[in-house]
């Protein structure tokens, strides 16, 4: 892998850091990328579905999971796992990662995970092949196309440090403090920097010097690199043997700091784990030195740094192997940004016409369109526009349930509301207002407790016991009039329909297995229009390709009633507009209909 990120790479941000991810964002909409370059959080403790962060001035949703594993199945095309979980899980999830797969890297930022856990960590990401950048690290970027949450620092700060577009120099250090500090010294004696990686300055991190510029090397945006070493440990030699065999052509700059350590009559930790010389071959003068005769740039300190930048830059670019860099156009991102109060993911009335998940209006609302209110339902409800035989089951669902005469609660609060003299409005929410467990509420309780009984494989017998034991009356189950003698038409024609169009019905098949131990007691305990209706929606959904967890949330969110409350909605207004009609008056209830038994209250 020559290029370590591109404009296309997404990655899986572990722990919701919400001031890390909205700097990626900001990065993001700077250089211009088509797509945010965070796909999913995962957050364990979180109960939303989705955060929202500003892109630019307006604010996109990115998407919460529990666990890796399902951020992974839910956004493959992420490859990238930024791992910003605490030193005492930072290692369980970096080796879940690696279990689950399909990452090529992971950056792990926590300092301090145990040395040993560290060392089986790298070596488990060494044999599947997956670059580690970490532990304890800031990340790495890829100018112009990616950068791992806050490497660069501000976007002000980014766009100065020219890191908004690709420059030609390969920057590799364990300081992510100093990774920014170099960014701004090629920036003001260069060009910039075309890749760079800040590896960790714990003293076991997976990808180490070599690894990074042996892929440098391979990079053509690379023309050349800065390595910036510290006091401890021996990776730098690495680079110098590559230097020696040919591994590494490209120029390279580098420098050890902690030279100082030499005027110390002891040891001397210098900030991370691994800025300890155990050795005279791990002090920065020594290794400085082995540099330098290896025919590696080596200034003479830290501060002439930035002139041997400007003269390995001058000579390349005089040469022709540097040419000039167009500065790119890029996007300012607005100083005062407000949050939106809603979100709306169904329709769109920005434009000159409204649309509904991405259709004109236009083109839905007209006969010659082809669309029908059950195309319009699935699209506004679902989000998907369902093939034909559902969409027709959908309007059959509506034109069964519209009414059922007069005596049911709702149309009788709704036609006595009408004759109150009340608006249709009032009228239609009177009656509306009754639909509940008892009158419309058995869609719902069907397709749970059925669907529930499917999912754990039970035998007629034990979802009967189950539904006792939980002290529950069958939903969809039950008629107070019709019974197997006296069959409900409504059913017979709603299973008619699902078994000439639906490609299968295993639900339904199982409630008729139900039906026949529960009718075996009393004939009127049959598969009522409720129950028909719950079940084959589940039996839909589950043909249309929807997941179980989908399916859950429909029947939590009350979706299954809404079919229920939109077809009876037109009866209720037929029922209004005919008491309008009739000019009925004031309705008052019959004395002669109600059961007086009032006593004198006691006095206390």
């Known amino acids: 892998m020559a290029q370590l990120y591109t404009k296309d790479t997404q990655a899986i941000f572990w722990n919701n850091n919400k001031s890390a991810i909205q700097r990626m964002l900001d990065y993001d909409y700077t250089i211009k990328r088509e797509t945010p370059s965070v796909a999913a959080i995962v957050a364990p403790t979180s109960s939303g579905k989705f955060d929202k962060f500003f892109y630019g001035p307006d604010e996109i949703m990115i998407p919460l999971y529990k666990n890796t594993k399902d951020a992974k199945e839910a956004q493959p095309q992420a490859d990238v796992l930024l791992n910003f979980a605490s030193f005492r899980t930072a290692y369980d999830v970096t080796m879940e990662a690696l279990e689950i797969g399909g990452f090529s890297s992971i950056m792990v930022t926590a300092e301090g995970i145990p040395e040993r856990l560290a060392r089986k960590m790298n070596q488990a990401a060494r044999d599947k092949d997956v670059i580690v950048i970490g532990p304890a690290t800031v990340g790495g970027i890829s100018p112009g196309a990616f950068k791992i949450a806050n490497v660069g620092g501000t976007i002000e700060n980014i766009v100065n440090s020219k890191l908004h577009r690709c420059g030609s ?197 007209t006969p010659d369109t082809g669309f029908t209110v059950g195309d319009v339902m699935s699209i506004l409800w679902f989000k998907k526009r369902y093939p034909r035989w559902a969409v027709d089951f959908l309007e059959t669902v509506l034109k069964t349930v519209a009414d059922h005469g007069p005596a049911v609660s709702g149309a009788h609060n709704a036609k006595v509301t009408a004759r109150a003299g009340k608006d249709v409005i009032s009228s239609l929410i009177a009656g509306l207002l009754t639909i509940g467990p008892r009158f419309g509420g058995a869609i719902d309780g069907a397709a749970k407790y059925f669907k529930h009984a499917g999912d754990n494989d039970m035998t007629p017998a034990e979802f009967l016991g189950y539904m006792k034991s939980q002290g529950v009356p069958i939903p969809g189950i039950g008629h107070r009039i019709k019974s197997l003698k006296n069959p409900d038409l409504r059913v017979e024609g709603l299973k008619k329909f699902a078994k000439e169009n639906f490609p299968s019905t295993p639900l339904l098949d199982y409630a008729l297995t139900v039906e026949q131990l529960t009718t075996s007691k009393k004939e009127n305990l049959i598969l009522n229009v409720d129950g028909t209706i719950g079940i084959l929606m589940i039996d839909m959904w589950r043909a249309l390709g929807y997941e179980d967890d989908e399916i859950d949330v429909f029947i939590e969110a009350g979706a299954l009633n809404a079919f229920f409350i939109l077809g009876r909605s037109i009866g209720f207004i037929g029922h209004i507009l005919d008491e309008k009609r009739l000019a009925m008056p004031m309705y008052r209830h019959p004395m002669t209909d109600i059961l007086y038994d009032v006593k004198k209250a006691p006095e206390l």
């Not at 990686?197 to 440098?216: C, E």
């Not at 023309?223 to 070493?229: F, Q, R, S, T």
């Not at 109060?341 to 083109?363: L, V």
């Open 169 to 365: 120099c390969g920057l590799v250090t364990r300081s992510g403090g100093l990774f920014n500090e170099l960014s701004n010294i090629i920036s003001i004696n260069a060009d910039g920097i075309a890749e760079g990686v800040a590896i960790g300055g714990d003293r076991f991190v997976g990808s180490v010097f070599i690894d990074n510029m042996l892929r440098m090397e391979k990079n053509p945006d690379v023309k050349y690199m800065v390595l910036l070493g510290e006091v401890g440990g021996t990776e730098e030699y690495k680079i110098i043997e590559a230097v020696k065999n040919g591994q590494i052509t490209k120029p390279v700059i580098a420098w050890c700091i902690g030279t100082i350590a030499k005027h110390f009559s002891t040891g001397v930790q210098f900030g991370h784990a691994g800025a300890s010389a155990n050795a005279e071959a791990e002090t920065a003068a020594a290794k400085n030195k082995a540099m330098a005769e290896a025919g590696i740039f080596v200034p003479d300190s830290f501060n002439d740094l930035p002139d041997t930048i400007a003269e390995v830059y001058g000579k390349l670019k005089s040469e022709g192997t540097i040419g000039e860099i167009a500065e790119p156009e890029m996007n300012v991102c607005p100083s005062v940004r407000k949050a939106k109060e809603f979100i709306c993911t169904i329709s769109d009335d920005r434009g000159e016409e409204a649309h509904y998940c991405g259709y004109p209006i236009s083109s839905v609302a």
